[in-house]
Structures are given as structure tokens and as C-alpha cells.
């Protein structure tokens, strides 16, 4: 099946010490980190398209533009849907909301491009044989 406009992505985690704004330094509080909610929502983009890449074929973000509106505590579960509004080729983009039992905590919009995984890695690695 070809990647289309709609296809739709889940993923979910609950709120523990480890993911909280203060573990992660992108803040002094135990409240779920914006950084943890942006990898939540890189993760349901990429669980919308994974069965449907060819095989040796990934994906990677290429950028992501997202507000974080509302605090969660640590104990609460936290969710994050993907679904994609556009398809250029291999460029995808997906529209992204982060909620947690209480209703949405974030919204934006994330890019991914798909790439052939071996010759991405092989260029990655060639920055480290070259340094």
C-alpha cells in the first residue's frame, strides 16, 4: 500500500520520573518533558508508515514545529497521534496532537523524509572516518 494523505499513527507512554522535564534538563520540574512529548510524536508518525515501507527503507524527521500547552504529572498516561496531510514523494507531513487523560497537552506539525536505510548510515559513518 502506498504512503497516502490520512494514514494514521499511535503511540503511548505514562508519565514517570524518567521522562519528566527534570530528568531530562529541559526543565527543573516532574512534569512530562517537552522533549519526551516531541519523541511520542516522532514515534506515532513513524508507527503510521512503518508496515508500509519497502523493505531496507526507514524514515527520519526532518523537522517539527510544535506548541506544549498543558503540564502533565508524573503517574497520568500520555498519548500522541500522527496522521499525515501531505505527500511529496519521499517528503511526508504529518499533523501531530499529544493528549493526556485530561485532553490535549500539544499540538504541531512534523516532517519526515524516506530514505534507503543502508545508504543513510553508510553517509552517517562516513562523518566518523573522516574525522
Known sequence: MPLIVG???RCETVV????????????LLP??????MIGLME???????????????????TSIDITHDAATPI?????????????????LTFS???FDEAGPIGKGIHHRF?????KFMAKAQQKAASK
Not at 514517570?16 to 526543565?27: P, Q
Not at 503510521?48 to 524527521?61: C, F, H, R
Not at 503517574?75 to 500522527?82: I, L, N, R
Open 114 to 118: 524516506i530514505i534507503n536505510s543502508e
Open 75 to 91: 503517574g497520568m498516561k500520555v498519548w500522541a497521534e500522527a496522521e499525515i496531510t501531505a505527500v511529496d514523494g519521499r517528503a
Open 96 to 98: 501531530v496532537t499529544a
Open 43 to 61: 514515534n506515532a508518525a513513524v508507527n503510521a508508515i512503518e508496515k508500509e515501507l519497502a523493505p531496507g527503507e526507514g524514515s527520519v524527521g
Open 31 to 36: 512534569v512530562f518533558g517537552t522533549p519526551m
Open 7 to 9: 494514514m494514521k499513527g
Open 16 to 27: 514517570t520520573m524518567e521522562n519528566t522535564a527534570a530528568a531530562v534538563g529541559s526543565g
